[in-house]
Each structure stands twice: as structure tokens, then as C-alpha cells.
């Protein structure tokens, strides 16, 4: 059954014509329970995640505004479930609200339904010794720090920039992500092991960054910065094509590397994840939605008709914003996801992006690109094969159709990350060099 025609949760729990007018009803059931004051600047969405235990993150559109003081408000959506017990504890003890004409728990940040102290990573007097105890083992003291949000996941993870100072003058910058209670000590497992499976390697392509301690509290892990660029801001420059070229070096090696993770993912875990974020977008409407079902029961057809490939070691969330690529190599970063699957998922990601650069206009095309970097995969690891390769570029791009059509600055690129999609499961792009 299509996903359009499947009745969901989120469409579910909020009123029809809440669905139509999206972040605007959002920022005005905020005022409509005291929890914001009218006049106040609207909030408009920043990100969404179909996950249940994952909300929509809204961000508030006064420039310049801070994290925290009324900046994000994260929308936890219940449908016809019963509230989970984080939802309930959170509510009675204050950090959060439930508005009854949503079916939603709403919460301010630094507030989160899984992830604790928060506000603890802001504030400077809390931090300083915490941090200092944490990187215990190196000479001086530190005599202050300053911190910066980078990314920020409800009830996923929060990524902060850090740096320490000595009285000196001298210091250093590490970065800290804090993760659910429990999820840092998988992190720490699946680090070892990449760092293990690499330390084999006569000359690696793919590094990660290094662990330089964790902060329990916070239930938190430190990371040594790596001063290389992401390869999203070389994409359009004219080193783009070399760094593309090791990119698809890097991914060949951690496909090879023979990490012996357990979490598998495979094209039927695939398709529901395409289906959740088809549910999650029609919360907000979308003038393409029969087109949206139309892909994904095309995208269902196909893959009955696929046959399954050797899995191997796999990033998950392979692309652009996740390699920093320097001296001929890359770092590879946010391994949470990591698990064993077929190749071509990661691969099909990654050309995904590259085609929504190219939309994006971050780039003037992709299909250069593209096809540099599946010859230099397959001259170092093995053979993508073409059907399961532009099938997992299909369902990329359909996921990421979702994904944009609810991030208002981008919300006009669905229409032609919808039609490549298409075009990827017809076979009309080409991704490979002809012989």
C-alpha cells in the first residue's frame, strides 16, 4: 500500500487545517498557550524527522538570534498512541507543554525528551570544569572556554564547538556531542572498531576523528578537531572533482574493511524509512503528494524485481556534509548509523546529494561529478552494480524530496528531485563513464 494512501500518525494528530499552514499554526498554538508572547518573530521550520521518537525542530526567524531564548521549539507529534513515559515525565516536571488541540508535547530548548544537561554545555562556569577534568592528562590549566553550537537533533544528539584557553593565550578547540544516555558507549564501540579495521591498512584513504575523552555527566564524547574542510565546501571549487575522486577512495576502503558491525540495513528497512518521511512531510502538505505515492509504489516494484547484494560495512548517511577531505584522503564523521548493508547504499546517497547541489546551484552540474566518483569507487573496491545503484538513488532522492519540501528556503526543489528520482528508476541517468 502506498504511503499516501496509508493513514498516518502525524497527519493523524493534527487538525486538517493545521496540515495546510504548517509553522505559522505551530508558532500560534505557542501563543495561544502562553508559551510565547504575541508580535513575537514567527518560527519557521528548520528541520523535521519522521522517527517518533524524534520531533520537528522549529527555529525562531529573528536574525541573529542565539540558541535557547525562545530560538528553537521542538514539536513532539503523538498521533493515536499513548504518550510515552518520556513525554509524561517531561510534562510533569515542567519542561514541557501539552497542547491538546495539536496532540503534541511541545518543548523550548535547551529543554530535550532524551537528551539531558543541555544547558549545562552553555553555560561557561558548568563547562570549564568539566572539560578540564575530562582532558585531565595534558599540562596547564585551563583558565576559560567558549562554546558554539554546530548541529542540534532533538532528543538525537548536540554537536558543540569548543575552544579552551590557557592564561597564556594558548589552547585549543575540540568538539563534544552529546548523545541519549547510553547511545555515547555504542559510539565509542563502533569508533574502536574503524579505528582497528584502518590501523591494518599499509595507506589508508579513511581516517575518523580522534577520541580524546568523554564527559559522563553529559552522557557526552570529545572529539580532536581535523582541520580539513568538509568536501560540501570544496564541491564547487576546482578542486571538486579530486575530492570527490577521494571520497569515493575512502568509502571503497571502509567498504573493504571488513568492521564487524551487527546492525543490518537492507531495502526493506530502506522503504520504511522512505515511508516514514513521506509521513512526516504530509504534515505539512505538498502539492506533488500523488506524485510522492506514485515514486514510492514504483520504488516498492523495482526492488521485488532486484536481487540482494553481498552487504558490507556501511556508513548510512553517506554525503557531502559527512567527509572532510585533506592531503589526498578523507575523515569520516557521525558513525552512530554505521551497520552492514549493500554497497550501493551508501554510493546512491552520495550521488543524491551531489544531484541536489547541482538544483541547489552549488554546482553547475552533477553528472561530471558523478561519474568520477563511481570510476574511482569501482577502480578500489568492488563493483557497484547498475539496477541496485540507481535503485538506492531513486529512494534517495525521495527521501530527500520529503526532506526538503518542509525546509521552507528549498521547498521549490521537490519537483526536480522528484523527476530524478523517476529518471533513476527508468534508467535515464547516467552514472558511469561509457567504456
Known sequence: MSPMSASSSLAQAIPAGELRTGADSLSEALVRAGLRRPG?????????WPLPKIPLLLRCSEPGIEA????WWSFYFLGSGKIPFVCRSAVQNGQATYLSELNAIA???????QLDHLDETLSRRTALPLLSRALAEEKGVWHSVKGRILGYKPSRRLTVKFRLTRKDGSGRTL???????????????????????????REPWLAVPRLVGRVP??????????????????????????????AACGLAQLHSS??????????RRELETVRQWIEAASVFGSPHSELVGRSFDRLEEVSSRLGDGAPAPSHRDFYDKQVLVGNGGCTLLDLEVACLAEPELDAGNFLAHLLLRSMQGRIPSASALCERFVDRYQMNSRRLEPSRLRWYLASSLLRLACVYSMRQEWSGLEAGLLQACHEALEGEIRLQRSS
Do not use: C, M
Not at 40 to 48: A, F, Q
Not at 68 to 71: E, F, I, N, V
Not at 220 to 234: C, G, H, N, Q
Not at 258 to 267: C, L, N, V
Open 40 to 48: 513575537s518573530p514567527p518560527l519557521i521550520l528548520e528541520r523535521g
Open 68 to 71: 535557547g531564548d525562545d530560538a
Open 107 to 113: 518543548h523550548r530548548f535547551p529543554s530535550d525528551l
Open 175 to 201: 568538539y563534544a556531542k552529546l548523545l541519549p544516555a547510553g547511545v555515547d558507549d555504542e559510539a565509542i564501540q563502533v569508533q574502536r572498531q574503524v579505528e582497528s579495521v584502518l590501523g591494518d591498512i
Open 217 to 246: 555527566s553529559w552522557d557526552a564524547l570529545l572529539w580532536k578537531r581535523v582541520p580539513d574542510p568538509p568536501l560540501f565546501a570544496i564541491l564547487g571549487t576546482s578542486d571538486g572533482h579530486e575530492a570527490v575522486a577521494a
Open 258 to 267: 571488513g568492521a564487524p558491525w551487527q546492525r543490518t540495513h537492507d531495502r
